[in-house]
C-alpha cells in the first residue's frame, strides 16, 4: 500500500520546515505522541534511530524509527519498524510562493506480520491515509498558529 497525502500551509518554507525539523514540536501535531528517545547517531540526521512512544487511551505503542534520508526542504525520509508492520514515510516541502508552502508526505507501508494486521490492512486500506492526513492537517493547523504568534 502506497500513498500521498499533501498540505498548504500559509507560511515561507523556511519556517515551516523549521518547525517540522524541531523535534520538540512532535506533540503538538502528532496525536498520542509521548515521547522520543534518542538511540544511535547524531540526533535527528540521516542513520539517527530513535523510539517514538505514542499512547492512544490505555494502548500504548512504540516505533523504532530510522532516519534514511535527512536533506530539507526537499526531502526527509525515514523507516518507521513496528512488531506488526514496517512502513516509510517521505516528507518533501516545497514553496508554492513567498508566504505558501505545500507539505506533502507519501507513506508506503513494507512489512505486515501476523494474520489480523494484514487482514485489517486489507480490509480498511483508507485508515493509514486518513490518520496521516490528519497529522498533515494538524501540522498546518499548529504551523499557521505559531506563525501568527510570532508575527506579533
Given at each position: 500500500m502506497k500513498f500521498l497525502c499533501t498540505v498548504d500551509i500559509a507560511l515561507p518554507i523556511d519556517t515551516v520546515v523549521?518547525?517540522?525539523?524541531?523535534?520538540d514540536n512532535m506533540q503538538h501535531w502528532?496525536?498520542?505522541?509521548v515521547s522520543l528517545e534518542h538511540i544511535s547517531g547524531q540526533p535527528g540526521q540521516t542513520g539517527a534511530i530513535s523510539k517514538l512512544h505514542y499512547r492512544n487511551?490505555?494502548?500504548?505503542?512504540?516505533?523504532?524509527?530510522t532516519i534514511t534520508v535527512k536533506n530539507l526542504p526537499e526531502e526527509m525520509s525515514a523507516l518507521y519498524e513496528h512488531s506488526h508492520m514496517s512502513n516509510?514515510?517521505?516528507n518533501r516541502f516545497s514553496a508554492l510562493g513567498p508566504q505558501q508552502t505545500r507539505y506533502t508526505a507519501e507513506f508506503e507501508?513494507?512489512?505486515?506480520?501476523?494474520?489480523?494486521?494484514?487482514?485489517?490492512?486489507?480490509l480498511m486500506p483508507g485508515v493509514a491515509k486518513k490518520h496521516t492526513q490528519r497529522w498533515l492537517d494538524r501540522f498546518k493547523q499548529f504551523a499557521e498558529s505559531?506563525?501568527?504568534?510570532?508575527?506579533?
Open positions: 523549521q518547525l517540522f525539523d524541531n523535534r502528532q496525536e498520542g505522541f487511551g490505555k494502548r500504548s505503542m512504540e516505533l523504532l524509527e516509510r514515510m517521505t507501508l513494507t512489512k505486515v506480520n501476523g494474520f489480523v494486521p494484514r487482514l485489517m490492512s486489507w505559531h506563525g501568527v504568534a510570532d508575527k506579533t
